[in-house]
């Protein structure tokens, strides 16, 4: 695609706050007249590859001006993660702490929880092997009570769950290790689902994590809303946006 072409796109629709399939089918039909419907899907892989536009959902777009979700990976991530690969070469898993949120909340939370999610059939013998392993403060599947009792007065507690189906993961590589991190689609929903774990996340500073972390970074909303589905929140999600931050996703939530 010719880049006097892509600049001209980014010109015609980076101050739009969404466009359409349709819009951008228009666009090309200017220069391309005879321009068929297989060409033009092809066009649009082109443009999102090259991180020119970014979907927001199915058939609505975005420029793309916003960076992706990267956050640095503490040394006690990348030990924990080690071990897992190690352990268990082949199993889904993600690994992440809350002290990543700092960087939207409101208030800086001296708390810090790490947490693993690996597939289920998995999750107690990830368990024992990090019990024997490391000298952390382990949480296999913590009900409200063990939350409420131990996790709540526990500093750097370490917390194992099981892993939902196709969850939107992302593979990393930090000091040789390879292994997942959630996407901040998923942290954004986990953060809402589990009101119970996450107790000093919610409220205005939840508002605030939402709010600056779609603000500041490229979100998938297809993404965000179809893992939301599978834990079934989805309406209860887009209803906390449509409430709260309206102004960032007004035409993006039906």
């Known amino acids: 695609m010719p880049k006097v072409i892509e600049n001209k796109l980014i010109e015609e629709f980076k101050g739009r706050e969404y466009f359409t399939r349709e819009d951008l089918f228009e666009f090309y039909r200017y220069f391309e007249p005879n321009l068929k419907e297989g060409t033009f899907g092809w066009r649009i892989y082109d443009l999102k590859a090259k991180n020119i536009i970014r979907p927001l959902k199915r058939g609505l777009y975005v420029i793309s001006y916003k960076p992706k979700y990267k956050p640095e990976i503490s040394p006690k991530v990348i030990k924990l993660a080690k071990r897992i690969t190690d352990k268990f070469k082949d199993a889904k898993h993600c690994i992440w702490e809350t002290e990543w949120l700092n960087e939207f909340s409101q208030h800086q939370a001296s708390k810090r929880i ?8 998995l999750i ?5 092997e990090l019990k ?14 063990v939350i409420d009792f131990y996790i709540a007065e526990s500093n750097n507690p370490v917390v194992i769950r099981k892993l ?3 969850s939107p993961i992302t593979r990393r590589t930090e000091k040789r290790v390879k292994f ?7 942290i ?10 996450f107790y000093y996340l919610q409220g205005s500073e939840l508002m605030n ?3 600056n972390a779609i603000s500041n970074y490229a979100v998938n909303f297809t993404k965000l809303f179809s893992y939301a589905k599978r834990r079934e929140r989805e309406q209860d999600i887009k ?12 035409g993006i939530i039906e």
């Open 132 to 145: 024997d392993w490391s000298r952390n403060e382990l949480y296999f599947n913590p009900d409200e009570k």
């Open 164 to 166: 939902v189906t196709r």
């Open 124 to 128: 107690e013998s990830l368990y024992f």
């Open 209 to 211: 994590i939402y709010e």
């Open 239 to 250: 209803q906390f946006m449509m409430e709260h931050i309206n102004h960032l996703v007004k």
């Open 180 to 186: 997942y991190t959630p996407s901040l689609e998923k």
């Open 114 to 121: 790490i947490l693993i999610e690996i597939e289920k059939d």
């Open 188 to 197: 954004l929903v986990d953060l809402f689902a589990e009101e119970k774990l």
